[in-house]
């Protein structure tokens, strides 16, 4: 006979324990159990917390990972991570259900964690939302965030009474104000998200989405305050006095005590230097306390930290500060561990119990959905948005994410809604979430949105026509080369220059992207206030043939191509000019290096509307307006971007105090003279460069000197090049972007910065010893626009 199995011993230190057969049942959390099976459970908090933590982030990135190609979006993925891990699927076996669901202690403590981080994410958007958006926005955007709330809350009364029942139970008629609440108001947090994944914030329909999630959210807050206060009136006139003056006295604290004590923490802040470390830890402080405050008065928590967000100035150097500390803190794993256990509480089986309730709230959520994006469209194609942007916008301003999921959850918790209802209503936020992003990438792409049809560059211009160039700017270091470029470009009263000069911010501590058009002595942005003067005076020592147009855009790094490319595309440039990422000392060593600048010059080389050019300044000394001559090189070895830079060296060479050096670089193989058999760009290079050979002493009345150097191999070329760097102060090349020749070969092999070119990248070489300027020319490209 076998022998029976000791029972277990018994469990002194609490490292693991054998869980035996029990009925099922569910636990606090309302997570359906079925511990019928043996399972293993950890019992220590720690390292449950820790194994729960890594599965969940697990889980979330490798569903993401795999969803991603699809347009699904990181929230839609951690959802359906959730759905995964819980008791649908993976819930099922012994080892989840040990470590998420049949400990109580397991689900307290990841449940309080998440909770936490959720108040943390709540917070930070709170900073990174500007309030002045609510009042200083347009009409559209004002007239869609009011309609937006108030249409699909009417549609809600209509449908309550389309499926008005006798006897309804005191939760149903919760349920249905839960429902009206969520699918009515649309929240600033969700659309930021959904237009940060989707890279489309700082474009003109984010800028509209955001300022109309703006008011429709504030406007939500103000009216259920109302209601609030309203009902509680009828109940007793006493309590809804206390918790009007609580109110009130909180948001005045908030606004007129803390929120000027920030402002006078800013102003005793060096500019440039950081906020210290003990003004953060009493914000974060009174930022728990705001929760407190609101939880005792009636409220949820998560409210007050919102709120005191609301009150901390947006921006550099406080809000930036915060953001930088906490965010990634916040976002990056724990917000993902929030949206994953909210989501495990859906259970699919019980969607079916009662088909009466799953079918009103089915109808109810899809016809709250249409109700929002029908009127969105209906009131953006009023104020003539075009149809496809119209119904890309409708479907942004009816997206649903991670504010609907809290509320969702809270009022399970709170057992305001049933089971049955929660999971509908979360089920329908994940379908929300995966099929609105698809849609809005398909109805609308910036990218394709900025075609160009016109030839807009240098070498297509009359030859005393006016000459518009977009000059960007990142650092002060960056104006005196590009003025200086600006003005031995020749402008005259005959043939002007319209400069407009773009201040590009990286957006830090907001969610709103911000772009100003400086009028003279007014809106200025406080760091882009020298940069304006700067400009001003460039346009009065000028004054007749140069117009200046100053611009500030504040947006992420990433995003900053979009704002070059509109404004170019507007005012219909056609030179984008870019300063190098770069930065040399005197002594010719490089001091700072920007990998997000070069980023972004590499995206606008390659959407740009127009001609556009990199400056790479390694001058030493800056130019001065004197008689001394200043010489200019050109290497030309064909080819339109090589057109294009021939023709913006002989527009300079009309300034007397340059002495224009074209460089013909060609092999043995060419005729000079234009042979029998030639090609088309050939005969262009050759028409481009006739002027220059018949009359080099005095082409276009100025003196240019015409050479040319022979090689037939790369690095005969780059022993060239090298040689010219000592004689020139500023030497202009194309880029000839994805052309090879003999002169060439080898050469790209080695290229550094693909973005100036094989001869541009020679020239800016740090082995190269020169305080030369290099200036990278590219023809506009008609393929990409």
């Not at 108030?150 to 104000?177: C, D, H, T």
């Not at 000059?471 to 470009?489: M, R, Y």
């Not at 942005?525 to 117009?547: H, I, K, M, P, R």
Request: aromatic share 10%; glycine share 6%.
């Amino acid at each position: 006979m076998e022998k029976a199995l000791p029972p277990p011993p018994p469990n002194k230190n609490g490292t693991v324990e054998v869980c035996m057969p029990m009925p099922p049942r569910v636990n606090s959390a309302g997570i359906w159990e079925n511990p019928a099976s043996p399972s293993v459970v950890l019992t220590y908090s720690l390292p449950l917390l820790e194994l729960q933590l890594l599965l969940t982030f697990l889980v979330s990135q490798l569903v993401y990972f795999i969803l991603r190609p699809l347009g699904i979006t990181l929230f839609a993925s951690q959802m359906l991570a959730g759905l995964v891990t819980g008791p649908g699927l993976l819930g099922r076996t012994e080892i989840f259900r040990g470590i998420f669901i049949t400990t109580d202690m397991g689900t307290q403590i990841v449940d309080t964690v998440a909770g936490f981080g959720f108040f943390m994410f709540l917070f930070l958007m709170g900073v990174k939302m500007d309030m002045k958006m609510a009042f200083k926005s347009s009409r559209r955007a004002v007239l869609i965030g009011i309609v937006s709330l108030f249409i699909p809350f009417v549609a809600a009364v209509i449908i309550q009474e389309a499926y008005k029942l006798p006897n309804p139970s005191n939760q149903m008629k919760m349920e249905r104000i839960v429902a009206t609440i969520t699918e009515s108001v649309t929240y600033f947090a969700v659309v930021s998200f959904l237009l940060s994944e989707l890279k489309i914030i700082n474009t003109e329909l984010g800028r509209l989405a955001l300022t109309a999630a703006v008011v429709n959210d504030l406007s939500s807050l103000l009216l259920f305050e109302v209601f609030s206060i309203i009902r509680h009136w009828t109940m007793s006139p006493t309590l809804a006095l206390g918790r009007a003056g609580g109110t009130a006295i909180f948001i005045f604290l908030l606004f007129f005590v803390f929120r000027p004590w920030m402002f006078r923490i800013i102003r005793k802040t060096p500019e440039g230097s950081p906020i210290e470390e003990v003004y953060i830890v009493i914000i974060m402080m009174l930022a728990l306390g705001s929760s407190i405050f609101t939880y005792f008065g009636g409220r949820t928590p998560l409210l007050g930290a919102f709120i005191f967000g609301l009150a901390v100035p947006d921006g550099p150097p406080l809000g930036s500060a915060l953001v930088d500390k906490f965010e990634c803190f916040s976002n990056g794993m724990f917000l993902a561990i929030y949206v994953s256990t909210c989501t495990m509480r859906v259970h699919p089986e019980m969607v079916l119990d009662d088909s009466t309730v799953v079918q009103f709230t089915c109808v109810f959520i899809t016809f709250m959905f249409l109700a929002k994006l029908v009127s969105c469209f209906l009131v953006s194609r009023w104020t003539m948005m075009p149809a496809r942007d119209s119904l890309a916008f409708g479907l942004i301003m009816s997206s649903k994410g991670i504010v609907e999921l809290a509320y969702f959850t809270s009022f399970k918790e709170n057992e305001i809604v049933s089971d049955e209802t929660f999971s509908v209503l979360t089920i329908g936020a994940l379908l929300n979430a995966i099929i609105i992003p698809i849609l809005v990438k398909f109805l609308y792409d910036p990218v394709s949105r900025k075609p160009s049809y016109d030839k807009r560059n240098i070498m297509h211009l009359k030859p005393d026509s006016e000459l518009r160039i977009l000059a960007c700017i990142h650092e002060s270091e960056h104006v005196p080369a590009l003025i200086d470029l600006l003005d031995i470009t020749c402008p005259t009263k005959d043939s002007p220059n319209v400069v407009y000069a773009l201040h590009l911010i990286e957006l830090v501590g907001r969610d709103t992207p911000v772009f100003i058009a400086h009028q003279k002595n007014r809106n200025r942005v406080a760091s882009s206030f020298q940069y304006v003067l700067d400009f001003n005076q460039y346009e009065e020592n000028n004054w007749g043939s140069v117009t200046v147009n100053a611009f500030t855009a504040i947006s992420p790094y990433k995003l900053m191509h979009e704002d070059v490319c509109t404004l170019a595309l507007d005012k219909q440039t056609s030179f984008i000019l870019l300063p190098f990422h770069k930065k040399w000392s005197i002594d010719g060593s490089v001091e700072v290096e920007n990998n997000a600048i070069r980023n972004m010059n590499c995206t606008v080389m390659d959407l740009a509307p127009c001609s556009a050019g990199i400056l790479v300044d390694r001058r030493r000394k800056l130019l001065t307006p004197s008689t001394s001559p200043y010489f200019v090189g050109m290497i030309f070895l064909g080819g339109k971007d090589d057109r294009e830079a021939l023709t913006l060296a002989k527009r300079i060479a009309r300034d007397p105090r340059v002495k224009l050096t074209v460089i013909h670089l060609t092999d043995h193989e060419s005729d000079q003279d234009c042979g029998d058999v030639m090609d088309w760009d050939t005969m262009l290079d050759a028409e481009t460069l006739r002027d220059v050979r018949q009359n080099e002493d005095s082409a276009d009345g100025c003196g240019i000197t015409y050479r040319v150097e022979v090689s037939n191999h790369g690095i005969q070329t780059s022993k060239i090049v090298r040689t010219l760097a000592a004689d020139y102060d500023l030497i202009i090349v194309g880029r000839r972007h994805g052309v090879d020749s003999v002169q060439t070969m080898g050469l790209s092999d080695w290229s550094e910065f693909p973005e100036l070119g094989v001869i541009g990248d020679l020239l800016a070489s740090p082995d190269l010893d020169g305080s030369i300027s290099i200036l990278v020319v590219q023809q506009q490209d008609y393929v990409n626009c």
